[in-house]
């Protein structure tokens, strides 16, 4: 989508992946300073250091401690994330306001913290955050005591594998998102809910990851009769943002969307 929208700009870029591993963020920043990159999207695991890494943050990414764009400033390093209005977008196109309603959220890494802020400064009553204890754990209740304290919404942090908490917070819920890497090709047969009779029909039952473009808990999801979307429109989205931060237009969202995300 980023080749296609710099040809329709005429801009004289060119989008390229790189597979890079977490301690290799420094020498990938330095690289991208030497060839004069103009920026770079990132993605997991990496996002949480190239927040400790960059020469600057934008006001959000200092506040969840993650970068998912870069844009080079003559040398100086900016980091941004867009994944929080990526999610919004997503939640937009499919017709659901979080305004007033409890929420329960898979995740503490990059992408669910900037869903669970952005979640909660839109107006989310209660917001239920389930991760695994490990890596992302005590970043998650710090995150919950800067909901609490700076907005409206009541917070709570529970262990993923506590699946009495995970049943009732989702009883009390009416929307459900996952923004954990469970299910996310190449595997695909992973899934963060451990049992389908959880999903009752009226729960709304989003995942963040595109591909598959139908995880298992999707899947299941829809057995059950539940509303269900994917990340794809996020994808876009906070896509559109990263690409307006490097060039200052904005992508051609229509003909993206009728091309590669139709179907
Ligand atoms: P990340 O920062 O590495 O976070 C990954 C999250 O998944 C963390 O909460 C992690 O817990 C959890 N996790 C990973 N493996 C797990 C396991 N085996 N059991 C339980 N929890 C596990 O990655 P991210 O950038 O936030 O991305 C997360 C997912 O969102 C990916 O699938 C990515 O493709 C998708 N995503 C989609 C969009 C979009 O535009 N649609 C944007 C960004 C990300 P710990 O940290 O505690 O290990």
Known sequence: MYNFSFQYHNLDYAYMAFDIKEDQVPAALDAMRL???????????CKNKVAQCVDELSPAAKIIGAVNT????????VGHITDGIGFVRNLKEHGVDVKGKKMVVLGAGGAAT?????AA??????????????RSW?????????????????????DLADEASLRQALEASTILTNATSLGMAPHADTCPIPDASMLRPELIVSDIIYNPKQTRLLQMASANGCATFNG????????????????????????????????
């Open 138 to 158: 005590e970043r998650a209740l710090k995150l919950a005591d800067t909901i609490n304290a700076n907005t409206s919404c009541k917070a709570t942090v529970s």
């Open 35 to 45: 060839f004069k990159m103009r920026g770079c999207n990132v993605t997991m695991p």
């Open 232 to 263: 794809l429109y996020m994808l876009l989205f906070q896509g559109a943002e990263a690409f307006r931060l490097w060039t200052g237009k904005e992508m051609p969202i229509e003909p993206i969307r009728e091309h590669y995300f139709k179907g």
């Open 121 to 134: 400064l839109d107006g989310v009553s209660t917001l239920h955050i389930f991760n695994r204890k490990g």
């Open 70 to 77: 870069i844009v080079n400033e003559d040398g100086k390093l």
């Open 114 to 118: 900037a869903i669970e802020i952005q």
